[in-house]
């Protein structure tokens, strides 16, 4: 009798990329929660203060990893909305 041993197998490398994306989706909620506790202590819109993050965000990514990257981080962005 032949044993499948493929069911037997846990998917670690799955696992891992679903904690990672737990902890990111954590570490983003705490950050908007932050921003938005701020803007609401200084009676500021928290559109703009979003946007300001954002275009900050993106200048960051600009100046560690180059224009290219943080153009392609901003389509991605942009993708994810248009599909939503």
Avoid: W
């Amino acid at each position: 009798m032949s044993i499948d041993v493929r069911k037997n197998v846990v998917d670690l490398s799955r696992f891992r990329d679903n904690s990672r994306q737990e902890l990111i989706d954590d570490v983003s909620a705490k950050a908007f929660l932050l921003l938005r506790q701020s803007a609401e202590e200084h009676n500021l819109p928290i559109k703009d203060v979003l946007m300001d993050h954002l275009l900050g965000i993106g200048v960051v990514i600009q100046a560690v990893e180059g224009k290219e990257e943080a153009l392609r981080c901003l389509h991605t962005i942009a993708n994810q909305i248009e599909l939503s």
